[in-house]
């Protein structure tokens, strides 16, 4: 995730430099989302990915 944000971070700042701001607005919009996609995959990582219940459905189970 470092070598993500880094890299667009040197990509954002060449574009600004360059005054391409349509280019600015491209990089850091796809730079934000793959951060996001990756923070997601840690987020599954750390907190684990088993379905789980709500409490209608546990009730449904058990018959009640």
């Known amino acids: 995730m470092k070598l993500v944000i ?19 607005k491209a990089i850091a919009g ?5 951060v996001g996609k990756l923070i997601d ?4 990582i750390v907190h ?5 219940h709500d409490q209608a459905e546990t009730d449904n189970l058990l018959g009640d």
């Open 30 to 34: 796809g730079a934000s989302q793959v």
């Open 6 to 24: 880094a890299s667009s971070v040197d990509r954002v700042e060449k574009a600004l430099a360059a005054g391409k701001t349509d280019q600015l």
């Open 41 to 44: 995959v840690v987020g599954a």
């Open 48 to 52: 684990g990915s088993e379905a789980t």
